[in-house]
């Protein structure tokens, strides 16, 4: 059965850092893109950024370029979010997404393009 486990969520102050991890079992996941996305209250679920199977090729949302950065061990089938000078609208549950399909260079930002997801990690950020 195949699993994604988010972990790292929390309350920060604006200007913080925070760093999320996802842990996937059940398959490897290291010649498969990966993202994060996140859904505030009454929102629907946006991209915030994905990586490519390799970890060669990365996309951010407008929102978080140049504040968060995605990164992966494939060894450990695990994929990062640091999260830094975090705003009061950052605030959601943010959510880990695998494709199960294989692809090492390209990246996606859709949800659509994502088979698997976890259960969320809250993330709040207090002004």
């Known amino acids: 059965q195949v699993q994604l486990v988010e972990s790292g969520g929390g309350l920060v102050q604006a200007g913080g850092s925070l760093r999320l991890s996802c842990a996937a079992s059940?398959?490897?996941?290291?010649?498969?893109?990966m993202a994060w996305f996140r859904q505030a209250p009454g929102k629907e679920r946006e991209f915030v950024c994905a990586i490519s199977g390799s970890g060669s090729n990365t996309y951010y949302a407008d929102s978080v370029k140049g504040r968060f950065t995605i990164s992966r061990d494939n060894a450990k089938n695990t994929v990062y979010l640091q999260m830094n000078s975090l705003k009061p609208e950052d605030t959601a549950v943010y959510y880990c997404?695998?494709?199960?399909?294989?692809?090492?260079?390209?990246?996606?930002?859709?949800?659509?393009?994502?088979?698997?997801w976890g259960q969320g990690t809250q993330v709040t950020v207090s002004s």
């Open positions: 997404a695998a494709r199960s399909v294989f692809g090492v260079v390209k990246v996606y930002s859709t949800k659509e393009n994502y088979n698997y």
């Open positions: 059940g398959r490897t996941f290291s010649r498969n893109a």
